[in-house]
T-cell receptor, first 111, second 113 residues
Framework: QKEVEQDPGPLSVPEGAIVSLNCTYS??????FMWYRQYSRKGPELLMYTYSSGNKEDGRFTAQVDKSSKYISLFIRDSQPSDSATYLCAMSGGYGNKLVFGAGTILRVKS | GAVVSQHPSWVICKSGTSVKIECRSL??????MFWYRQFPKQSLMLMAT?????????EQGVEKDKFLINHASLTLSTLTVTSAHPEDSSFYIC?????????FGPGTRLLVL
């Protein structure tokens, strides 16, 4: 079993839809949780990071962490074609620790 | 967010030559940088952890004599692919550790002919 599970998709939605992306994990030591967006042939771009449990909102993006269920989510409101990319969840057990990545979910937003 | 640059963005070389890739953190000091490799349609694979002023720590299965890493300053780490072969062709991405998280560079695409 992988430490971090993420559905690779692809996930196809119409423009304006609310998108829900999820990851589950098995290591209860993880405390730092991140979401990255990666366009084709580009490096990952940090979207959100969260320490421990709770919600965090930034513009159209909301990240949720439920440590009791070992489950994290990223919600994208009012999705746009420019949101079409691969979304990677990542997590670590402590400051400076190496990141463990999910497989990435391919998102396609159709206009 | 923080800015991390990589140079070159794209390199083609002949088999047997060495290629150096630079990774710079432009607006913060990074005592730790990471080097990743990514194959098409796959997630990132950590190759090594680069610490300023000390030897890099390599992941299992990564040849340290083939992938030389130097972290000479708080803003610069380099990855040298020595005696490159076609199987080394890949997308190489660095990241720099900030107080909150890691920021990634734009990546370097290496093609070995």
């Amino acid at each position: 079993q992988k430490e971090v599970e993420q559905d690779p998709g692809p996930l196809s939605v119409p423009e304006g839809a609310i998108v829900s992306l999820n990851c589950t994990y098995s290591n209860s030591a993880f405390q730092y949780f991140m979401w990255y967006r990666q366009y084709s042939r580009k490096g990952p771009e940090l979207l959100m990071y969260t320490y421990s449990s709770g919600n965090k909102e930034d513009g159209r993006f909301t990240a949720q962490v439920d440590k009791s269920s070992k489950y994290i989510s990223l919600f994208i409101r009012d999705s746009q074609p420019s949101d079409s990319a691969t979304y990677l969840c990542a997590m670590s057990g402590g400051y400076g620790n190496k990141l463990v990545f999910g497989a990435g979910t391919i998102l396609r937003v159709k206009s | 967010g923080a800015v991390v640059s990589q140079h070159p963005s794209w390199v083609i070389c002949k088999s047997g030559t060495s290629v150096k890739i630079e990774c710079r953190s432009l607006d913060f000091q990074a005592t730790t940088m990471f080097w990743y490799r990514q194959f098409p349609k796959q997630s990132l694979m950590l190759m090594a952890t680069s610490n300023e002023g000390s030897k890099a720590t390599y992941e299992q299965g990564v040849e340290k004599d083939k992938f030389l890493i130097n972290h000479a300053s708080l803003t610069l780490s380099t990855l040298t692919v020595t005696s490159a072969h076609p199987e080394d062709s890949s997308f190489y991405i660095c990241s720099a550790r900030s107080p909150e998280t890691q920021y990634f560079g734009p990546g370097t695409r290496l093609l070995v002919l």
